[in-house]
C-alpha cells in the first residue's frame, strides 16, 4: 500500500514537472511585445544582422502608370528590418532589407481603379474577337477593375538609406515591384513588372530629378515623433516619391487571349518610359532599433 | 470755407498718417547702440546661455554649455551681426536611451540683423546648421546625425541685456529651424555682453 502510495506521487511529481515544463514553454512563445513595439511584431529582430525595424503603413497617395491613374485608397503596409548600411561599392549608404517574418514584407490590398475594364480594354476600339468576349463581362455588369501592388523580387533587393531618409536628399528606399491588375476578364496573371523585369522605385522624400515630361516633384520627410522613451521613432506624414522610373509592356492579360489584349492595355496605358510615371506614397514611418524591440520582447513575457 | 477746413483737416490727417508710416518703417532697422549712442565699427559680444534646449517632438536636447561669438556692426542704418563661434558642450537629451555622441555649428558664420516687429526688438539669425550624432543602441537616433537648419530669431531685452529664443520669438520674426524633416523647437536666454571696446557698457537696440 506504501508503495502505491510512493509511486502514485512519483508519477503525480511526474506529471507536475511535465504541466510547468509545458507552461513554461507556453510562456516563452506567448512572449509578446507592448505597447508601440507591437508594430514591430513582424520583425526579424532575433537575426543577428537586423540592425533596425521598420513598419511603414501607407495610407494615400497615388499611382501613375502612363495615363493611368490609380489613388491609394487601401492601406498598404511596408514591413521587416534592415541592417548595417555599405559603407563602400555601389551600395554605399544603403542598407539591405530583410523580410518580414509572417512572410507578408509588402502586404497586397487591391486598389481601385477609376474607369474600371473600360477604361483600360474599351468595347469599342477591342478587336472583334475581344469584343465578343468583352461583351459578357460588361453585360453582366463586372467590369471592376482592381490594381494590386507587389514586390516583384524577394524582400531582400530591397534598400534602405537611413541617412537620405533623415536628410531629405537622394533616394531613401529603393524597392522592385510590379502591378498585378485584377478583373475576370483578365486573368489572373495580368502583371505591369516581373521580377526579371521589375518597375525599380528609387524613392524619395527630397526632390526628384526625372526625364521629360515629368517635372521635378518633393515629397517630404514629415514629421519626427518619439515613443516609448525614444526608443521608437515615427515620421508622421512622410511622403515618397519617384517620378522617373519606367514599366514594361503589360503581360499576361486575357488568358489565351493575352497576344490581343496586352497590345490593348498598352496603348490604353500609353507611354510608360521613364517621364511618365508617378509613385506619392503618403505613409507613417516607424523605426526601432532591433535590440530595442528584442528586449522589450524578452521583459514580456 | 467749410470745403477749405475739411481739405485742410484731410490734409493734416493724411500728413500724421504719411509720418507715422515712415517712423514705423525706420524703426523697423534698429541699430546697435553703446551707453545710449549708436555702435561705430566694429565689436564683439559673446557668452554662454543661461539655459538652453531643443526639442524635436517628443526628444529635448539640452546643453549646460550653449556659448557664442557675435561680431556685431551697424551697416547702412541697421544692426548686423556675424556669429562666428557657437561651441556645445555637456548635452543630454530627454530619453535614458539617447545620449548626444558629439554636437557642432556647421557652415559659419552665420549671418544676422536686427528687426523690430511690433515695437518689440529681435535678432535675427540666419543659415543656421547644427550637427547633432545621437548615440544609444535602444535609441532610435542611435548612429543618426540630425541636422538642425533654418533661421532663429530670438527677443532683445534692452533692460536685462538678454536674447530670448522661443516659440514666440520664432513665431514673431517668421523663423523658423527643422529637424529631421520636422519642426525643432530652440528656447534659450543668451546674454549681450561687449568683450571689446564696450566692455562694461549697456548695450541696447533701438
Known amino acids: ?301 | 470755407m467749410n470745403r477749405k477746413v475739411r481739405t485742410l483737416v484731410r490734409g493734416v490727417f493724411l500728413a500724421l498718417a504719411l509720418s507715422a508710416v515712415f517712423s514705423a518703417s525706420a524703426s523697423a532697422a534698429p541699430s546697435w547702440n553703446f551707453a545710449g549712442k549708436a555702435l561705430e565699427g566694429k565689436e564683439t559680444i559673446m557668452g554662454g546661455a543661461f539655459e538652453s534646449g531643443l526639442t524635436l517632438p517628443g526628444l529635448t536636447t539640452k546643453c549646460e554649455n550653449f556659448l557664442y561669438k557675435l561680431t556685431i556692426e551697424n551697416s547702412g542704418g541697421t544692426g548686423k551681426g556675424s556669429l562666428t563661434e557657437m561651441p556645445l558642450y555637456n548635452c543630454t537629451t530627454s530619453s535614458k536611451f539617447c545620449t548626444v555622441k558629439t554636437i557642432g555649428a556647421e557652415a559659419l558664420p552665420y549671418a544676422s540683423h536686427l528687426s523690430t516687429v511690433s515695437a518689440s526688438n529681435y535678432i535675427v539669425i540666419e543659415g543656421v546648421k547644427v550637427a547633432i550624432l545621437y548615440a544609444g543602441e535602444l535609441c532610435s537616433l542611435g548612429g543618426t546625425t540630425a541636422r538642425v537648419t533654418g533661421s532663429a530669431g530670438g527677443l532683445l531685452d534692452n533692460v536685462a541685456e538678454t536674447a530670448t529664443f522661443n516659440a514666440a520669438s520664432f513665431s514673431a520674426t517668421k523663423t523658423e529651424l527643422k529637424a529631421l524633416g520636422g519642426k525643432a523647437e530652440w528656447t534659450g536666454v543668451f546674454p549681450t555682453e561687449a568683450f571689446e571696446w564696450h566692455r562694461e557698457q549697456a548695450l541696447t537696440v533701438s
Open chain 1, 1 to 301: 500500500m506504501r508503495k502505491h502510495l510512493k509511486r502514485g506521487r512519483v508519477v503525480l511529481a511526474a506529471i507536475s514537472v511535465v504541466a510547468l515544463a509545458a507552461l513554461g514553454l507556453a510562456g516563452s512563445a506567448q512572449a509578446k511585445l507592448t505597447g508601440e513595439f507591437t508594430k514591430f511584431q513582424f520583425c526579424p529582430y532575433t537575426k543577428a544582422e537586423v540592425r533596425r525595424c521598420i513598419y511603414s503603413p501607407t495610407t494615400g497617395g497615388e499611382v501613375k502608370l502612363g495615363k493611368k491613374v490609380v489613388p491609394i485608397e487601401k492601406e498598404v503596409v511596408l514591413q521587416g528590418g534592415y541592417g548595417e548600411e555599405a559603407e563602400t561599392g555601389t551600395e554605399a549608404g544603403f542598407a539591405k532589407f530583410y523580410e518580414a517574418t509572417n512572410g507578408v514584407t509588402l502586404s497586397k490590398a487591391a486598389q481601385n481603379v477609376p474607369g474600371g475594364l473600360a477604361g483600360i480594354v474599351p468595347e469599342a476600339s477591342s478587336p472583334p474577337l475581344v469584343k465578343a468576349l468583352i461583351k459578357f463581362f460588361f453585360e453582366n455588369k463586372i467590369t471592376g477593375l482592381t490594381s494590386t501592388l507587389e514586390l516583384a523580387k524577394p524582400a531582400s533587393e530591397i534598400r534602405v538609406s537611413e541617412i537620405h531618409l533623415a536628410e531629405e536628399i537622394g533616394v531613401a528606399l529603393k524597392m522592385p515591384v510590379k502591378v498585378h491588375l485584377e478583373n475576370p476578364f483578365l486573368g489572373k496573371s495580368c502583371y505591369v513588372g516581373s521580377s526579371s523585369s521589375p518597375i525599380n522605385w528609387n524613392l524619395t522624400v527630397g526632390t526628384t530629378a526625372p526625364p521629360k515630361p515629368n517635372e521635378p516633384i518633393k515629397g517630404t520627410g514629415g514629421v519626427t515623433e518619439f515613443f516609448e522613451e525614444g526608443q521608437i521613432l515615427k515620421l508622421k506624414g512622410a511622403e515618397l516619391v519617384d517620378n522617373a522610373w519606367s514599366a514594361p509592356a503589360p503581360s499576361g492579360c486575357g488568358g489565351i487571349l493575352s497576344f490581343l489584349v496586352n497590345p490593348i492595355i498598352s496603348s490604353q496605358l500609353g507611354a510608360t518610359t521613364a517621364g511618365n510615371n508617378t509613385a506619392k506614397l503618403k505613409n507613417d514611418i516607424w523605426e526601432s532599433p532591433a535590440l530595442a524591440v528584442k528586449i522589450n520582447n524578452e521583459e514580456h513575457p
